[in-house]
């Protein structure tokens, strides 16, 4: 039980194009999904919190215009890198949390994004 | 405010010998504290967390990990490793003062060698 999954599991896009990454709970309602970023070599760092049918509350330095966060159900989740720059190539990565027990993440596969 | 320090950025042991995989942190609040595994190009799997429960937590594969408050301490061990144990270890953090979001370390790489 609680698996999660993301589509695409990579991705390549051309600079100022958008692109959307999706991040769905298979067996289990996430009240609460969570988006970090993770550079080549280094340690996961949280983007964004959001709870279904809120808006997305977004970490320091992340701009929430360039990173739009949909929260639409309990089971799906969707970044979409808007304009994107070869800076956004990253592996991002999402996590979901049940109601209640937000401190117990299920982490998806990832998303390895390219932009050339 | 929360920390973790992940002491080695880089540990390599043979087949069969014990793993240790270090870890301090810092919380003004009792923490929640996690070990998660990464192998290449993948999402995170959790081995263990501790929350206020046994200090001695026993997860996944054979590791278990001790909390030990008087030293803000959680390392990671395991007695035996195994070819498939290498990946990319992080430990994390949470508690109250970080509305309970997870704070990760920096990561230890573990190479094991045949």
């Known amino acids: 039980g609680a698996v999660v999954s993301q589509h695409p599991s990579w991705v390549i896009c051309k600079s100022g194009t958008s692109v959307k990454i999706e991040c769905r709970s298979l067996d289990f309602q996430a009240t609460t999904m969570f988006w970090y970023r993770q550079f080549p070599k280094q340690s996961l760092m949280l983007m964004a919190t959001s709870n279904e049918g809120s808006k997305a509350t977004y970490e320091q330095g992340v701009e929430k215009d360039k990173f739009l966060i949909n929260h639409a159900s309990l089971t799906l989740s969707t970044l979409t890198v808007t304009s994107a720059h070869p800076e956004d190539s990253s592996f991002y990565i999402c996590?979901?949390?049940?109601?209640?027990?937000?401190?117990?993440?299920?982490f998806g596969p990832g998303t390895r994004l390219t932009v050339t | 405010a929360q920390s973790v320090t992940q002491l080695d950025s880089h540990v390599s042991v043979s087949e069969g010998t014990p793993v240790l995989l270090r870890c301090n942190y810092s919380?003004?609040?009792?923490?929640?504290l996690f070990w998660y595994v990464q192998h290449p190009n993948k999402g995170l799997q959790l081995l263990l967390k501790?929350?206020?429960?046994?200090?001695l937590v026993k997860g996944i594969n054979g590791f278990e990990a001790e909390f030990k408050k008087s030293e803000t301490s959680f390392h990671l061990t395991k007695p035996s490793a195994h070819m498939s144990d290498a990946a990319e270890y992080f430990c994390v953090v949470s508690d109250v003062d970080s509305s309970y979001k997870l704070i990760f370390g920096s990561g230890t790489r573990l190479l094991v060698r045949p």
């Open positions: 996590s979901a949390a049940q109601h209640g027990n937000i401190n117990e993440q299920y």
């Open positions: 501790y929350t206020s429960a046994a200090t």
């Open positions: 919380s003004s609040y009792s923490p929640s």
